[in-house]
């Protein structure tokens, strides 16, 4: 571990009973980039980010966040990072102003701060003029724009972020997204989970998590092309249920009016375009394929 | 015969549009995707489809029956997943299957039949007597499709089925969805354009209409302007650079990528990126639907 790291953790370990959420994790996240975190339902995520968040002491191993030890000093871990849960915290039936005003009491923002700080989170969120709006009428993708702007009042260091995009139009992720490259811009480290793996391609390290334990890490770019074998192809034409039954397809799935596979043999494409009568054309896995492939659970058989 | 047939759909809360005249076909055993950004019509859309909203004007035939008049028939040919699906939290599994079957009256020998076969291809089998309360997300939602699968029904509505589920349980639905592909014909909204992509249809809808419907294929084709990929060492910087020069919109992240969408050439991007310090590789590539879908909605929303 060392301390000029955003976040590093060694051997960081979660029991609940026999229950073994998150097992001898090393992270090594540095400072000004955008870390994902990836991983089904119940592989440690959330158990992760809440230990190094402060809010749950490990049964074992060490993380430093931001140069402090989170086991030992809690309190002083969430004055350096911003959190932005699933569910994005705000009161909807406070105005947009009294939203900041308040949260900007609750991460103790300096009075002499607030106006700045309360200025920066309206332009971050284009909601200047809107200050008196209720929040709860707010679109969804503006209200998750307001709830990283008020994780972001007490200007931290480390911004934690929980699948900040869930239901959220593409547009508004676009724009989402372009407001953590920017945020990245100034130095500030991300450390976010999504089951988006097309998002997770923002990152310039992702890591693949599977029942507690690293299965995978590395920049996106890398991961794909570590993953490419030549094996996986788009087929254009033909009927589904012969390729399914077909030897040499080991996985399939339909794209709308073509298929997306994984052949036995790359040199093996050729002959099955012959035989079928179809386009065969390699493509490069998808950070989702490599995902799944990592956890164990190939794409569609 | 058409499974989803919509002339001059209207639907109005107050003063705002919520559908402002839909046109849609679809053809039995078809898959179409429902896409546009939030307060689209998209929900709307699928209740009017439905039938639990009447329309302000136009009307909706399923399978050749009126949504409205004929409503009877028409329920018994459609199963309906909404947002709020639920479940009883307090029943098992089984018997959350047993409920929604006799709601739907099916007989008993055919439940099993079905139930068998819907837990088998969803992998729930080994959980039949677990309350619903305790399953996962994923699990809970395909537990929310088997109920509303049991009474065969000849079209499906799904909204947003796949909202906040991991990948493993939204790849185990797609497999679900190929199976059933083939039988029925499918109506699915989603916010996702990955998604959108496996459907044989998309309707792309904005401010209550419908922008543009086609073959995945063929909205890709729709783009009036070539598309270029860009590999370079920081794209939110060299997307900045573009930007400056070319329309926004017309510059979009792929995550470590940069799409141009413009008339313009390779050359001509490399040096605009080489001027600011940027070393890039650029190729034209084929369009993905996200292409088409920023294009188009921007365009719609001027």
């Known amino acids: 571990m060392t301390a000029d790291l955003a976040l590093s953790s060694e051997a960081l370990t979660k029991r609940f009973g026999d229950f073994v959420a998150v097992d001898q994790l090393d992270l090594r996240v540095e400072r000004g980039t955008i870390f994902g975190f990836l991983g089904a339902n119940g592989a440690g995520k959330t158990t992760t980010i809440r230990m190094l968040c402060g809010l749950l002491a490990p049964t074992s191993g060490e993380a430093l966040v931001d140069g402090v030890d989170v086991g030992r000093r809690p309190e002083e871990v969430k004055a350096r990072i911003g959190y932005m849960a699933q569910k994005f915290a705000l009161y909807n039936d406070l105005t947009v102003d009294e939203n900041i005003r308040f949260f900007a009491d609750v991460y103790l923002v300096p009075r002499k701060k607030m106006r700045d700080r309360r200025a920066f989170v309206l332009s971050t969120t284009g909601l200047e003029d809107r200050v008196k709006t209720l929040t709860g009428t707010l679109p969804a993708g503006i209200k998750q724009r307001l709830a990283l702007a008020v994780a972001l009042l007490h200007e931290p260091r480390v911004l934690f972020l929980d699948e900040p995009t869930a239901g959220v139009d593409p547009l508004s992720r676009r724009a989402f997204w372009r407001l953590i490259h920017q945020l990245k811009d100034q130095g500030t480290t991300v450390f976010v989970t999504t089951h988006h793996l097309d998002e997770a391609e923002n990152c310039d390290q992702v890591l693949f998590m599977q029942a507690g334990r690293a299965v995978g890490l590395g920049p996106p770019r890398a991961l794909r092309a570590g993953a490419d074998r030549g094996d996986r192809v788009r087929i254009t034409g033909g009927s589904g249920p012969a390729l399914r039954e077909d030897p040499r397809v080991l996985e399939i799935y339909a794209m709308g009016s073509r298929w997306h596979a994984r052949l036995r043999h790359p040199a093996e494409a050729a002959a099955l375009a012959r035989d079928h009568g179809v386009e065969v054309l390699p493509v490069s896995p998808t950070l989702e394929e490599v995902f799944l492939e990592a956890i164990g659970e190939g794409a569609g058989r | 015969m058409d499974a989803v047939l919509t002339e001059g759909l209207h639907k109005s809360f107050g003063e705002v549009h919520a559908v402002a005249g839909v046109d849609l076909r679809l053809p039995a055993r078809q898959v179409l995707g429902i896409v546009g950004p939030d307060g689209a019509g998209k929900t709307t859309l699928i209740r009017l489809l439905v039938g639990v909203l009447a329309p302000d004007r136009g009307r909706v035939a399923l399978m050749g029956h009126d949504a409205l008049a004929d409503r009877a028939a028409a329920r018994g040919l459609i199963g309906y997943m909404s947002q709020a699906f639920s479940l009883y939290e307090d029943l098992t599994v089984q018997e959350n299957i047993r409920f929604f079957a006799r709601l739907r009256k099916v007989p008993a020998t055919l439940r099993d039949q079905r139930a068998g076969r819907l837990l088998e291809a969803t992998r729930l089998a080994p959980f039949i007597h677990r309350p619903a309360g305790k399953l996962s997300g994923g699990m809970k939602q395909k537990l929310g499709l088997i109920c509303t699968l049991i009474h065969e029904p000849k079209v499906l509505f799904l909204d947003e089925p796949t909202n906040g589920v991991d990948p493993v349980s939204r790849r185990e639905f797609w497999e679900i969805v190929d199976e059933l592909r083939s039988d029925i014909a499918i109506v699915v909204s989603t916010p996702a354009l990955e998604e959108a992509e496996r459907c044989d249809q998309v309707a ?18 729709s783009l009036d302007v070539p598309v270029w990929e860009l590999e370079v060492a920081r794209p939110f910087q060299a997307a900045a650079v573009l930007g400056q020069t070319l ?46 879908y920023v294009r188009l909605i921007t365009r719609g929303q001027r």
């Open chain 2, 204 to 221: 792309l809808m904005s401010g209550g209409k419908i922008l543009a419907h086609g073959t995945p294929d063929a909205l890709r084709a």
């Open chain 2, 247 to 292: 329309s926004e919109d017309a510059v979009q992240l792929f995550g470590d990528r940069v799409h141009v969408a413009g008339d313009t050439d390779a050359e001509a991007l490399t040096a605009l990126l080489a001027a600011a310090g940027h070393q890039s590789v650029v190729r034209r590539i084929e369009p993905s639907l996200e292409d088409a």
